[in-house]
T-cell receptor, first 115, second 114 residues
Framework: DGGITQSPKYLFRKEGQNVTLSCEQN?????MYWYRQDPGQGLRLIYY???????QKGDIAEGYSVSREKKESFPLTVTSAQKNPTAFYLC??????????????FGEGSRLTVL | AQSVSQHNHHVILSEAASLELGCNYS??????LFWYVQYPGQHLQLLLK??????LVKGIKGFEAEFIKSKFSFNLRKPSVQWSDTAEYFC????????????FGAGTRLAVHP
């Protein structure tokens, strides 16, 4: 089935460690996104990428990094510089091709807990 | 900067009650508006969207939303809720040319009791 796969689903990390969250899509979508979901704050955009080898910061990019070497993949690294990394992370993709449709397709999410 | 406000964080209803969830956005230009839904244990998915034309938009599962430009609002409604509507609902806005870079509200958690 076509969709977005995020891994791992649950992740624990010690303070000071970097961790990378995987996001793979087989929808042949051009654009991919990372959002962070916190209770009572909704979804906040971390990074997004419209095409391969290009990405832009979202509203809360500090302490995060991404890469877009392949169309299908958009991994997110949560670095030790992120002050409050415990959260639920959602990856999404959309079929842009010069159009705004507003329809994002989301993965199941990765829950990161920093101990 | 654009922002989206959802007035109710938690709503509890009995089955067959009517639902209205408020959403206001702050952006002076032309916008595209959306409601997304996250059912327990499922992916976030698109419920309905407004781009232009008829300000009353119908979505899946009997939901509808009305765009009122003068009030910067896009409220979600359903005449009669069911237990299966229990979910978290997110309003979102996208300025045209934004490559689907959506700004989401804080979400409203709806619980429907049988």
């Amino acid at each position: 089935d076509g969709g977005i796969t995020q891994s791992p689903k649950y992740l624990f990390r010690k303070e000071g460690q970097n961790v990378t969250l995987s996001c793979e899509q087989n929808l042949n979508h051009d654009a991919m996104y990372w959002y962070r979901q916190d209770p009572g704050q909704g979804l906040r955009l971390i990074y997004y990428s419209q095409i391969v080898n290009d990405f832009q910061k979202g509203d809360i990019a500090e302490g995060y990094s991404v890469s877009r070497e392949k169309k299908e993949s958009f991994p997110l690294t949560v670095t030790s510089a992120q002050k409050n990394p415990t959260a639920f992370y959602l990856c999404a993709s959309s079929d842009v091709q010069g159009r705004d449709t507003g329809e994002l397709f989301f993965g199941e999410g990765s829950r990161l807990t920093v101990l | 900067a654009q922002s989206v406000s959802q007035h109710n964080h938690h709503v509890i209803l009995s089955e067959a009650a009517s639902l209205e969830l408020g959403c206001n956005y702050s952006y002076g230009g032309t916008v595209n508006l959306f409601w997304y839904v996250q059912y327990p244990g499922q992916h976030l998915q698109l419920l309905l969207k407004y781009f232009s034309g008829d300000p009353l938009v119908k979505g899946i599962k009997g939901f509808e939303a009305e765009f009122i430009k003068s009030k910067f609002s896009f409220n979600l409604r359903k005449p009669s809720v069911q237990w299966s509507d229990t979910a978290e609902y997110f309003c979102a806005v996208n300025a045209p040319g934004g490559y689907n870079k959506l700004i989401f509200g804080a979400g409203t958690r709806l619980a429907v009791h049988p």
